[in-house]
């Protein structure tokens, strides 16, 4: 039900995105940067008859507007998120509430520079969907406990690295905001390192050993223990061992995943 | 002096620094020659080494050439960092980080040195000078971890947009995470900070990281690296 919302929402971006396609991409997207609002004002047919139910999970590779938007989302989970950590009475104090702090400073800048970005590419940004933090009662005391609040926050950083890092090539077109998404995504990995060495993890990921002490985080780790890069296993042309290499890389996740993942929180 | 037929021909140096300096040396070839060799050298894909300078290459092997490169100069730290005294006297959770740090390094390292050898010509071991970092202080390491770090980040944010090849832009993307994994770490045990991880040193109001271009990267690693590198060929 929650993942359905999601979809109907993305598939109102997707209908957007048509009629951006539609129009001048080409001369909005090198308008980026210069917060040039681009107001579509031309339809072309071709694209107009594409199947506007066309969802993110569903296309293997999106536009650039539908990047942006779709990384919007994760923001404004994790913005909202951290907002309510810093809200919640007693939660957070000492070292941790300043850690929460600049991280939530840096989550709300996102959101803003996403929004500015997809309207300078003459494209409405999407709306921020209701969030349920506890996901569906799973995370009951998730801002009356630290532990629980930070374990959480792990698992919303170490997806967002590989959001992030799964997006990458549907932004090759536009070198601007290729460069943009790659500052957020190793802000993301700043944040995912710092997290996870506060509550006592290695600020990195060994194998796909989800480490949150929830199991309902299991995706988001799953497939992490990849060790075959450009077809070679890094493995086999090092000395160093399994474990270490596994932590030298972090894997990319795919749109369905990421949705899978963020739809728990989603109302 | 100078001997015309190295102009055309092109020297994949091995591994062994000595041995090189040995070709060299037999060679004949000085440093005067080399501004002059350089601009004799074919532009093509393969990295090019002339008398003691190395040529990353162009396009996406010149890129992940540059990536090599910086990987070089990090895992050599580090293995030097594992001898020192600090090292030694580290705490339980500093030497975990320094350990790990130094692994991960070296498996970038190894990977890029396999994976370019797969497709092109992969540069040759880097001769790196480090005379100006003290390994038995916890400072002078420190902050010369950091330094890398955030270095290596702003590299790879800069590099991505120079290649062509998505699937190298996903290595570049699966790597570039974990060396942002490395800088907050280290900047949070160098300086004890709880925001020191992510502040505004390396991050901006808009919360984008640094970004930055071969050029200002390389110029900052040339302080570390005495094998002088041609980076002209790579796409800008």
């Known amino acids: 039900m929650k993942l359905l919302k999601l979809f109907n929402q993305f598939e109102a971006l997707a209908d957007a995105e048509i009629q951006g396609k539609a129009t001048t991409r080409r001369e909005a997207f090198s308008t980026f940067g210069r917060t040039v609002g681009k107001v579509a004002t031309v339809a072309l047919p071709l694209t107009a008859f594409m199947a506007p139910s066309r969802a993110f999970a569903q296309s293997s590779s999106m536009s650039i507007a539908e990047v942006l938007n779709f990384a919007l989302t994760l923001e404004y989970l994790e913005a909202e998120f951290y907002a309510m950590g810093l809200d919640a009475d007693g939660l957070l104090s000492g070292d941790t509430r300043e850690t929460v702090a600049l991280i939530s400073q840096h989550e709300s800048a996102h959101v803003e520079f996403l929004r500015s970005a997809i309207g300078s590419l003459g494209m409405d940004p999407v709306e921020s969907p209701e969030f349920d933090f506890t996901a569906g009662g799973t995370f009951e005391d998730v801002f009356n406990n630290e532990q629980v609040f930070l374990a959480v926050a792990q698992a919303f950083e170490d997806t967002g690295v590989r959001a992030y890092k799964g997006q990458a090539t549907n932004l090759m077109g536009n070198g601007d905001i290729l460069t943009a998404a790659l500052q957020i995504h190793s802000v993301e990995a700043r944040h995912a390192s710092e997290i996870r060495r506060i509550r006592g993890s290695k600020g990195w990921i060994t194998g796909a050993t989800n480490t949150t002490g929830a199991s309902a985080a299991a995706a988001v780790y799953a497939g992490e223990a990849n060790v075959t890069h450009l077809g070679v296993d890094a493995t086999t042309v090092t000395s160093v061992d399994t474990d270490h290499v596994t932590e030298a890389y972090d894997e990319p996740l795919s749109t369905q995943a990421v949705l899978d993942i963020a739809g728990l929180f989603i109302k | ?236």
């Not at chain 2, 190395?54 to 960092?81: C, I, M, T």
């Not at chain 2, 916890?138 to 699937?167: C, H, I, K, M, W």
């Not at chain 2, 930055?212 to 060929?233: C, H, N, Y």
């Open chain 2, 1 to 236: 002096m100078q001997t015309p037929k190295f102009l055309s021909s092109r020297v994949v140096a091995d591994r062994d620094p000595s041995s090189r300096r040995r070709f060299l040396r037999t060679s004949g070839l000085g440093l005067a020659a080399a501004g002059l060799l350089l601009t004799g050298c074919e532009d093509d894909d393969d990295p090019v080494i002339m008398n003691n300078s190395v040529n990353l290459g162009s396009g996406d092997v010149g890129v992940l050439n540059y990536a090599f490169a910086l990987e070089q100069l990090e895992a050599a730290f580090y293995a030097q960092v594992l001898q020192g005294d600090y090292y030694a006297s580290a705490t339980a959770e500093e030497k975990q980080i320094l350990l790990d740090l130094e692994a991960h390094e070296r498996a970038h390292m190894d990977f890029f040195e396999a994976a370019i050898s797969s497709v092109a010509t992969a540069i040759p071991a880097l001769e790196v000078d480090f005379s100006s970092i003290d390994f038995n202080s916890r400072t002078s390491v420190l902050n010369t971890a950091q330094t890398f770090e955030d270095l290596g980040v702003s590299a790879y944010n800069g590099a991505g947009r120079l290649l062509q090849n998505p699937d190298f832009l996903v290595v570049a993307g699966k790597i570039v995470s974990v060396e942002a994994r490395h800088a907050a770490a280290i900047r949070s045990i160098n300086s004890g900070s709880p925001t020191a991880f992510a502040n505004s040193e390396v991050v901006d109001a808009n919360g984008l990281d640094v970004s930055r271009t071969p050029a200002q990267v390389l110029s900052m690693a040339s302080a570390f690296i005495i094998t002088p590198i041609d980076a002209s060929g790579l796409p800008q």
